[in-house]
T-cell receptor, first 113, second 115 residues
């Protein structure tokens, strides 16, 4: 698959589990993002990485921990989540340096039990 | 920080009619305004965007207008078709000036095209 891929597509985890979401972009972009999409709120920005450096943390609880080993890969490490963290987690990438299209992945549907 | 308000939350129009979705933003420094379409179960996809140095942009049946003084921008879809049914999100972004910045989204408009 080309563009932006995310794995897994669906994840069910208990509140005491630790899991990780993975995002990979095949577009040669240098900026990557994590967004949260839940039923009752708009798409919410979580983290921004530009050239592997975190440039924005939108007041996200520490139970969400991002990692960006290179410009093509982005992870979101999850631990001790709450049921209200159940949502669709979307990864996106863009060229950076000039406002332009952010390309979204298909998302990971997370359910916390 | 930026705050984006979007109206209406649901819009139902007859096939062939026009649809208009409106958004306002709070940060006068924002200068990039994209619109995304999200079909059920799919990822958001960019349909049109506008930068602060222009007032209007068209792409076939879709147009976006921007009023920087009033800090609002609108999406116009003419001759609506069944495949236009989806959730539409407006967003705003401040030019990172060489870096990258995340988008602030509106809450979305569920557009329903009635046959």
């Amino acid at each position: 698959e080309t563009g932006v891929t995310q794995t897994p597509r669906h994840l069910v985890m208990g509140m005491t589990n630790k899991k990780s979401l993975k995002c990979e972009q095949h577009l040669g972009h240098n900026a990557m993002y994590w967004y949260k999409q839940s039923a009752k709120k708009p798409l919410e920005l979580m983290f921004v990485y530009n050239f592997k450096e975190q440039t924005e943390n939108n007041s996200v609880p520490s139970r969400f921990s991002p990692e960006c080993p290179n410009s093509s890969h982005l992870f979101l490490h999850l631990h001790t989540l709450q049921p209200e963290d159940s949502a669709l987690y979307l990864c996106a990438s863009s060229q950076g340096g000039y406002p332009g299209e952010q390309y979204f992945g298909p998302g990971t549907r997370l359910t916390v039990t | 920080g930026e705050n984006v308000e979007q109206h209406p939350s649901t819009l139902s129009v007859q096939e062939g009619d026009s649809a208009v979705i409106k958004c306002t933003y709070s940060d006068s420094a924002s200068n990039y305004f994209p619109w995304y379409k999200q079909e059920l179960g799919k990822r958001p996809q960019l349909i049109i965007d506008i930068r602060s140095n222009v007032g209007e942009k068209k792409d076939q049946r879709i147009a976006v207008t921007l009023n920087k003084t009033a800090k609002h921008f609108s999406l116009h879809i003419t001759e609506t078709q069944p495949e236009d049914s989806a959730v539409y999100f407006c967003a705003a972004l401040k030019d990172p000036g060489g870096g990258a910045d995340g988008l602030t989204f509106g809450k979305g408009t569920h557009l329903i095209i009635q046959p």
